[in-house]
Each structure stands twice: as structure tokens, then as C-alpha cells.
């Protein structure tokens, strides 16, 4: 099947989720029930894309030890797996969720870092992976050991190459890929404070860096902002969708979901307003599931009806 979007995860990771009830540091806590998921932006976005019927590659680096959970779940899903293996293990994300309390405790491993030959492999799996898709999406944080400029590399190789480039990062390597333009990004609230350097009150301020962005030559910028929604940013018009109040279950692989939602959207020829309602859709129904999954397509779908978009 030809597949025509292709994910890059540099430093994927097993979520490993844990049901503690009144979680309390310092103490013996007990496990009320755990799961084990591979787990890593892009591999979570290619999850999701799969669920609606694209045909999706991956890719990054993956470590040899632990690597079954993952072969397993991308034969599973029908995913093309060009993952570079590097040795040692896949760094574990511990998240213990405490439904008594409402909150989710995140310990995050840092990755293994790779060798410049493992960095010349995936080059050389991107380059191969540019042959037959059009879509890229680049996301997620940057193992130790690789320059946070490797997004900015990559976003304007790929466009040198007519290629699409969504690119969900933070911090320094979000920032250095700023100049190259990417087709669209996804800044969550805080990463886009930190991008603009001071604090954004209010929608209007949000909408008003969303704008300089764009200036820069990014088509679109998508700001999610948790239980407010999201705003969504092109030339042409800016909107804000906000969710109906859900009961959430786990947070994790949300603004993941948004993106895949926000691609689907844009594949499908939709408007910016509908591209909004359809990725918040899409995040809704990942937080009313454990780990990085998503309900069955029409109840995503259904769930479009329920957002409230507003142009800015």
C-alpha cells in the first residue's frame, strides 16, 4: 500500500502506566494495575493516523534490547517499521496515574544517545523514506548526545524536497527549526511561552505570537492550552476550539492525537474551522483512554459535534 506519511521519532519511549490511588512520594505505594505501551510522539502520531486508515512509515532509533514491544505492535498495526536499532534499551516513561486524586505523576528516562554512524543510518532511512511520502512529521524531544539543531537540518532538507514537514518539539530544537519554516507546528501553551521568551495571557496574546509565527513562513501553528482547547493559526483566519468537559482519564498521547487529527483534517481538504474541530476530536478521544489510544473512528468523529469553534 503506498504510504504516504511517515513519522521520525528520535527518542522514542515504553510508557509504562501505573493506577496508584493516593499516590503519596516517600512511601510504599501499591499498584492497582499497570500496562506497558510503546510509546514516543511519532510513534503514538502513526498509531493514530493507522486508526483512520493512512498508510504510515517510521522511523528514529529504537534500542536492540527492548525492542519486541515495539516490532510487535508495528506488525500489529499494519506500520512500516524503519526504525534504526542502536544498542542498549528504549528509555522507559514511568506515569503513575492516582484517579482518587485527579493526577498524573511523569518520571521520564533520559534516551540512549546515538553514534554518528547510528545518525548516518537514519539519514540514510529518512532519504529512503522521501522516495514515496509527502508527509513528515518530526516529533518529540532530542536524545542526549544529538545537536538540537538536527530538526532545523531535517525540516529544510525535507522541504529542499518538496516535502510537508509538521514538527511538534520544544525548547532550544523547536526554536532552531523556527527559521527553516516547517508547514506546521504544535506548541503547547508553556513551549510557546518559552519560544516568545515572556509570559501570554489570554487568547488575543496567544493568537498575537501565533501570528509573528506565521510570519515566518509557517503555514500553520496549532496551540494546544489543555482543558481550554486549542487555537489554530493560518494566514487566513485564526480560530479557537474549545472541548465540552470530559472526565479524563489519562493524558497521555494527547496533543499527539491533536496532530494526527490536525493531518487527517488537512488530507482530507477540510476548512481551518473543521481541521480544529476534527484534531480536538481526536484529543478528546485520547484522554478517555489509558495510554496512547484512540476510540474506534466514528466515535472520534462523533465527538466533532461537541467542539465549539470561534474565529479570533
Known sequence: MHSNIATITLNPAVDQTASISHFRAGEVNRVEWEQADPGGKGVNV??????????VSVSGFLGKENAELFDHFFTQKGIQNQFVTIPGKTRVNVKIIDAAQKQVTDINFPGQPPTESDIAKLRQAIATLTQDHDWFVLSGSVPAGLSSDIYGKLVSELKAQNKTVVLDASGESLRQAIPFAPY??????????????YPLEGEEAIAQSAQTLLEKGIHSVVVSMGAQGAIFAEQEAIVVARPPQIEVVSTVGAGDAMVSGFITGKLRGLTLADCARLATAFSIGALSQVGPRLPPPETVESYMSKVDVQVL
Do not use: C, R
Open 184 to 197: 506546521a507546528i504544535k506548541p503547547n501553551i508553556d513551549e510557546l511561552q518559552e519560544l516568545v521568551g
Open 46 to 55: 502513526a498509531s493514530f493516523l493507522t486508526d483512520f486508515g493512512f498508510s
